[in-house]
């Protein structure tokens, strides 16, 4: 069994950041690609940035240069720094995991974690 925790959502006032981290953890032998998506009320599940277990890096267009994806393989964890955000960044932001376990190879969700930019 694994599991994906999102952690460092909250209301902040536009312009300023918020950290987010998902940590994974059980029956975990490794991890491939990890990424942040968010959805926003009304609207699809959308992309915001992946990281591969390299380091390589995708963003979408509306976050480039203001969010960073990070992660700590030795912890299983992954960041989005999120700056200089925009009312239109709300949304509840979710997690994703693609885990090698002993017995397959799947992609994991986190439960989700709300972030509402309003002044």
């Not at 925790?5 to 975990?28: D, F, H, K, N």
């Not at 963003?59 to 299983?76: E, P």
């Amino acid at each position: 069994q694994v599991q994906l925790v999102e952690s460092g959502g909250g209301l902040v006032q536009p312009g300023g950041s918020l950290r987010l981290s998902c940590a994974a953890s059980g029956s975990i032998f490794s991890i491939y690609g990890m990424g942040w998506y968010r959805q926003a009320p009304g609207k699809q599940r959308e992309l915001v940035a992946t990281i591969s277990n390299g380091g390589s890096t995708n963003y979408a267009d509306s976050v480039k240069g203001r969010f960073t994806i990070s992660r700590d393989n030795a912890k299983n964890t992954v960041y989005l720094q999120m700056n200089s955000l925009k009312p239109e960044d709300t949304a509840v932001y979710y997690c994703n995991a693609d885990v090698v376990t002993g017995w397959d190879t799947r992609s994991y969700w986190g439960q989700g974690t709300q972030v509402t930019v309003s002044s």
